[in-house]
Every structure is written in C-alpha cells, then in structure tokens.
C-alpha cells in the first residue's frame, strides 16, 4: 500500500465490530461492543446498534469475530534500533556454561566467514547461569579469537570483556581512567578484560556504527514486528547507535511512506553538561516530532543487579562493595538543574537504592530552583524503602518499571542483598497504592518486548515455570487491570500524553490492539499465551494475523 493510499484510506469512517471493547477509563466499567473511527481519531463506542446507527452507508466495516479490545500497548522503556541490531549479532543466552560460550563463537564466525580484523560483538551471556557464577574476562574472549577484536556483553549491557586486540583497539590501559565505569586490573596488574559500565561503552564506540540506510531498514523492521506484539507506541533508548539527527531524519521519511508502524518516543543520551547544551542548541524539547517525537534526556545513574554495578546505599552482602555511581551528587545536581530549567524532562536509570538516593535529591534541588512539573522518571527503580518513595511522591517522580525483571533477577536478590533488603525491590503494589505514576516496559533486547509476557509478569510474579506458587512477594502482585494499565495509559502518562491515547474515548486517537481471547477472563499464567488477532495505530491497521 502506497503513502497515497493510507492517506485515503485514513480518512474514510471504519466500523469495528462484533468484539468487546474495554476503554480503560475506570476498573470496572461495562464493556462496549463496536467503536466507530473517522480518520485517525475515535468518533464513538457503544452497543453495536447505536454504533451502525452512527456509521455513514460507505463506512468500512470490520468483524472482529469475538475480540477483545484495548488501547494499544506502549512500552514506557525500551531500545528499539539496538533490538533490531541485536538480531544482527550472536546472542549467547541460552549458553550454561564459559565452554559453551567459545564454542558458539567461534562456529559463528566460521558460519558467517567474518573476514580476520573485523570486530565480533557477543551479547546475551549471564554468569549466573554457569556452574561457578564467574564473570567471562578477556582470555576467554580470546580463546573465542585473537585474529578478530572480539567484545563480550552481558544480558544487561552493563558489564562484558573483550580481548586483548579490542582493548587495544579502543585505547585501553591499565592506568586508563573511565569517568562512571571502569576496566578491571588484576593483582599482577595487567588487565582482565573485564569492562564495567562507561568502559564497556569505550570499547563497544569503537564497532562501526550502521548506515543511514542500514538505520531507515531495521527500523521499518523493528516496528513492524513491535505491532506484531500490539505495541501501537514505544519510548526508546537509540542514540548510541545513531545521531538524533539521522533517527529524526529516517522516520520522517519512514512516516510520509507509510513505513513507520509505531509511535516513537525517543530518549536522547545527554551524560554530561555538554552533550546537553548540543542537544539544546538544536531547538529540540521534549515532545517535539510527528510520529517519531523527542522525548526524555536519559541519564544512567548505576548498573545492573547481574552485574554488581547497581548502586546501593549498603554494600552487597559479605562484601565492602556497594557497585557503581555514574556521578558524583554535584555533578548530577548539575545536569539535572540544566535540562530541568530548560523543560527536558529526564528519565534516570536507577536500579540500586544509592543511585536512587541521588536522583531524587537531584531532583528536589531542581525543584526547588525552578519549580515546574515535567514528570521525571525512575527507569526500572527496583529497590526503594519508604523513606524514598515518599519523597519520590512528594517530588512529583514517576516510576518506569520492567516487570519481566523479576522472574530473571528474583533468584538473585537474596544472596546479593539478603533478607531484609530483598523486601524493598520491586514494590510495584506499594508505589501505586502511594500514588507514585507507574508505566510499564521490557528493557528489550534485555527482556522480550512482548507485553502481554509483561502483563503476567506484573499479575503473578512467577517464572515461566511458575516458580514460586504464589509469586515472589506476592503482596506486590497487580490485578490484570493495573498490569493492562501499566502498559497503556500509564504509559501515556509518562510522555505526557494521557489526553491523546491510553484509553478508548471518544476523541482520542484511534490506537489500539484486538486479543485473541479476554485477557480479564484468563487464567493469569497464560495470559502471555493469548493470540495478537491485529494492531491498529493512527487508525490504520498496522499488523493482521492470517
């Protein structure tokens, strides 16, 4: 279908019927039966007479056979462009074991004939499902090959290794000092290989990044298969692959050639004082684009809970260390005053309880000097006590929550932080019952993006397997409708957005999913099993199943 063609067909009437439309507005408001669209907007819902009653004689009418109706899905935090490329590179999750990791790459680079030179990116590894939980370093990613820089990166994409030749390559050292991260040393002080937060990011700058017209085909690619899970909008992490001059430039094309099947709003990376000042010299604010939009700065506060980066108040149990801070208090006063004065909104990943500390007293001080509500956000915000979400409420933060992190990360939280620590993390019940704005999203490649997996992560609590029986701390478990919710108009709210999309009502836009089956008559360790029948975003239908 031509550019031409959507036009057209965008501003014809379609009549969705025969299905069960949930508007989301309240938890138990009654369902409706049909919703009448008129171009990208929904003109009305209700019984399916009143509805045909309303249609224009040449309105396309649609026969959802039984579906189940919502507003489409949004995934609060998420990296697209680095989900598409990822299917580029050798994933290593399902590997139990270092032997298994080598062997897989080097059948890897003998399968795709990677010429000697050229650099071998590995993603996906987790130590935690080895025999001896031991980081990979750089010997083993040289037994992978010393004829090719290789870079090994762990499922959370804070922590890796790389071989002597990356390292060279990248400049690296052991008297290198990396601002927020760091490249380990052993006692015989030669370097292991092993590369902590901002020092894995030297290395993995060093990879030649994609062309334009590489970019403009993984992302018509990536948002297509996002419809494909319902997803109709997405806030995504991209620009340390690309320019946001090039991602603005590619879905706007994308966009007026049809080919942009999901709403984008884009975080933009501004780590210090001057990457911001560029940013803002561009003239660009949050909220600012078309389909694609920008949105958030994003700032990185701490690591990983796998990796022993995220930052903590206390040290990790039997040990003095208590992970890694991106900055200094000042330092992040700083650039939190600079982009809050200027009406950027900032996204701060935050895991451990210390980097949380942080962000929120960076915000209170901003607050403080230019009192104005743009809706901050903690991503992943996993461990809190009372004490800080209280003063997160009082400072008018948001949480973006991951719920596919507790099946991964629950089996570890004890050992790493112990029993009474282990009660403060994911404390989605609490926040939400404290009024803190909660959005849901995947961290895809970290997780999968599919909500629906999100939404039964968030209901039970469990493992695929369901392990445990009544999930992990199961007083934090959500009904379906605050899980749905978390993946809908939570996250509009979040990108300020909440008038236009996030439920079903009339005027807003016509973004939604059609299920397979009723996700609120469902067993909740199935949910994720329910069937994607279509996506419509902008009042187009973006994805069909056969």
């Excluded at 130590?127 to 820089?149: K, M, T, Y």
Aim: glycine content about 10%.
């Amino acid at each position: 279908m031509s550019a031409d063609d959507i036009r057209e067909k965008s501003r014809k009437q379609r009549l969705f019927y025969n299905g069960t439309f949930y508007p989301l507005t309240a938890p138990c408001e009654p369902s409706k039966e049909a919703m009448l669209v008129e171009g990208n907007r929904i003109a009305a819902l209700g019984s399916k007479e009143e509805i045909f009653s309303l249609a224009q004689k040449e309105a396309e009418k649609i026969d959802l056979r039984g579906g189940c109706v919502l507003p489409g899905f949004n995934d609060s935090h998420c990296h697209l462009l680095h989900t598409a490329i990822t299917e580029e590179k050798l994933d290593v999750s399902s590997a139990s074991s270092p032997e298994e990791m080598v062997r897989m790459g080097r059948e890897y680079i003998e399968r795709e004939q990677i010429p000697e030179g050229k650099w071998v990116h590995i993603i996906g590894f987790d130590q935690n499902r080895f025999p001896e939980p031991v980081l990979p370093d750089g010997a083993l990613a040289d037994a992978i090959s010393q004829r090719h820089p290789v870079l090994l990166e762990r499922i959370c994409g804070h922590v890796g290794a790389a071989n002597p030749l990356a390292l060279e390559l990248a400049g690296i050292t052991p008297e290198s000092c990396i601002p927020g991260g760091c490249a380990d040393v052993g006692a015989d002080g030669k370097l292991t290989g092993i590369l902590r937060e901002n020092a894995l990011g030297a290395v993995s700058a060093c990879i030649p990044r994609h062309t334009a017209e590489e970019i403009r085909i993984l992302l018509k690619n990536a948002s297509r298969k996002a419809a494909s899970l319902g997803i109709t909008s997405l806030q995504s992490d991209d620009l340390g692959f690309v320019s946001l001059k090039t991602l603005f430039a590619v879905c706007d094309e994308l966009e007026r050639n049809g080919k942009l099947s999901v709403r984008i709003w884009e975080e933009a990376q501004a780590p210090h004082r001057k990457e911001l000042e560029e940013l803002l010299s561009l003239g660009y604010r949050t909220g600012d684009g078309g389909l694609f939009k920008l949105g958030n700065i994003k700032l990185f506060t701490d690591g990983s809970l796998g990796a022993r980066t995220a930052f903590m108040r206390e040290p990790y149990e039997g040990t003095n260390d208590r992970g890694i801070a991106v900055y200094r208090q000042d330092e992040l006063d700083s650039l939190v005053s600079a982009a809050h004065q200027n009406g950027m909104q900032i996204a701060f990943h935050a895991i451990g309880d210390g980097a949380l500390e942080q962000c929120v007293s960076a915000v209170e001080k901003a607050q403080e000097q230019f009192p104005r509500k743009l809706r901050h956000r903690i991503v992943h915000c996993q461990f809190a006590g009372d004490d800080l979400l209280s003063r997160m409420k009082k400072a008018g933060l948001c949480a973006d929550i991951q719920p596919p992190f507790v099946p991964s990360d629950a089996p570890l939280v004890q050992p790493l932080l112990g029993e009474t620590r282990e009660k403060t993390g994911y404390r989605w019940k609490t926040m939400l019952h404290m009024g803190i704005p909660l959005g849901g999203g995947s961290d895809s490649p970290v997780e999968t993006m599919a909500p629906l997996w999100g939404i039964r992560c968030a209901v039970t609590r469990k493992t695929a397997e369901g392990f445990p029986p009544k999930g992990w701390h199961p007083e934090e478990n959500l009904s379906v409708y605050e899980a749905v919710s978390l993946y809908t108009k939570g996250g509009a709210y979040l990108s300020f957005e909440e008038a236009e999309k996030g439920t079903l009502e009339p005027g807003k836009l016509a973004d939604f999913v059609v299920l397979g089956k009723d996700i609120f008559h469902t067993d909740p360790e199935r949910i994720h099993e329910i069937p994607i029948q279509m996506t419509v975003m902008d009042g187009i239908i973006r994805f069909q199943a056969e």
